[in-house]
Structure formats: C-alpha cells, structure tokens
C-alpha cells in the first residue's frame, strides 16, 4: 500500500490523525502533521531537486522528527532512502554517496540551528529564575 492510502485507511477506520505521533522534547507532531510535511517535502524533492522514482537519496542526521519525515517523503515517492551516520566526517560522507549513487538530503543544520536556539533560550530563563530567586 502506499503512503497515502494508508493515511487513508488509518483516518477512515480509526480517525487517528489528530493523534501525537512523534514527541522530540517540547515538540510534539500528530499523524496528520508529519504526514503533511512528508507530502510537501515529497514534493519539494520531486520538483526542486529532480528527485524520481528509483532515485537514492541520502539522510544524514540525527534522530530527529525531520528523519522520520524526510524518510516518508523519499519512500512515499518511490526512492530509496539511504541512511548515512549523521557523525560521518566529510571524506565519510563523500564516500557514502559515492559509494551508494545518492543525493544527499541534509536538515542537520537546521535542527543544529533550532537547538542553539533553544539552549540559548533555556539558559536565559534558567538565569532569569535564578536572579528572581536568589533572595529567598
């Protein structure tokens, strides 16, 4: 069956769309969410960046919801996703996607970017609650 029929399937016999499928710390994604960025990134492969049917593409990062999503996305469009170890120094992924005939889909750094950010913001509340706190 395909990408979309079990959707299909899964919304029509037991209506779980609306239901968590992923939690990554404060994130939270239902069914229907992750669905819904695999279709668009799906597309954005297709369109974009030549991606077809047979195609290998190449995830490398870490475990992070954009994994399971970018891992929809090839395969619902029939493509093969070749996981590649998001630790790999350059030479390592250069030989993988020699190696293994693939593009190379990579959101690490976006996510690295989001984490910094998130770090960042964990560690002004964390001082700002110790300031208000210290005179107690």
Not at 70 to 80: L, N, P, R
């Amino acid at each position: 069956l395909s990408l979309r029929r079990q959707r299909q399937m899964c919304i029509r016999d037991r209506n779980i769309s609306d239901l968590t499928f992923i939690v990554f710390e404060e994130e939270r994604l239902t069914f229907s969410e992750v669905h819904d960025r695999a279709m668009r990134l799906a597309n954005a492969l297709r369109t974009q960046c030549g991606i077809a049917h047979g195609d290998r593409v190449a995830i490398s990062m870490r475990n992070y919801p954009e994994w399971i999503i970018s891992f929809m996305a090839v395969t619902s469009m029939g493509a093969v996703a070749v996981a590649m170890n998001a630790l790999w120094q350059t030479d390592e992924i250069e030989y993988g996607l020699k190696h293994s005939g693939s593009n190379q889909l990579d959101w690490y750094r976006h996510r690295r970017d989001q984490e910094l950010f998130r770090r960042s913001q964990r560690r002004r509340r964390q001082e700002s609650w110790k300031r208000r706190n210290r005179h107690t």
